[in-house]
Nanobody
Framework: QVHLVESGGGLVQAGGSLRLSCAAS?????MGWHRQAPEKQREFVTT???????NYADSVKGRFTISRDNAENTVYLQMTSLKPEDTGVYYC??????????????WGQGAQVTVSS
């Protein structure tokens, strides 16, 4: 089974930076992060493909940068200009397409990001 080991997170003041990392047990084409604030639904943050194509939620565009090291099966999320509304648990994810419209999603254990005002 695919597993993801996530690291990073912490407590920073507004305007600060944090870096998250997520190491996968194998190479997976699509990886990224969702996040979940207390009392809120989990929301998309960003994705990156093995070819380097990226997508960002509008709320983080221009502040967050996702990258990956395919040789290490690791994806990184550099977060800058952090805002209190960025606070939440950040879950790394990976999606493997199985065929016939079926897929499998895998999730990291989550990293707490807290941004104080």
């Amino acid at each position: 089974q695919v597993h993801l080991v996530e690291s990073g997170g912490g407590l920073v003041q507004a305007g600060g930076s944090l870096r998250l990392s997520c190491a996968a047990s194998e190479n997976i084409n699509v990886m990224g992060w969702h996040r979940q604030a207390p009392e809120k639904q989990r929301e998309f943050v960003t994705t990156i493909t093995s070819g380097g194509s990226t997508n960002y939620a509008d709320s983080v565009k221009g502040r967050f940068t996702i990258s990956r090291d395919n040789a290490e099966n690791t994806v990184y999320l550099q977060m800058t200009s952090l805002k209190p509304e960025d606070t939440g648990v950040y879950y790394c994810f990976a999606r493997i397409i199985r065929g016939s419209g079926w897929y499998s999603d895998y999730w990291g254990q989550g990293a707490q990001v807290t941004v104080s005002s």
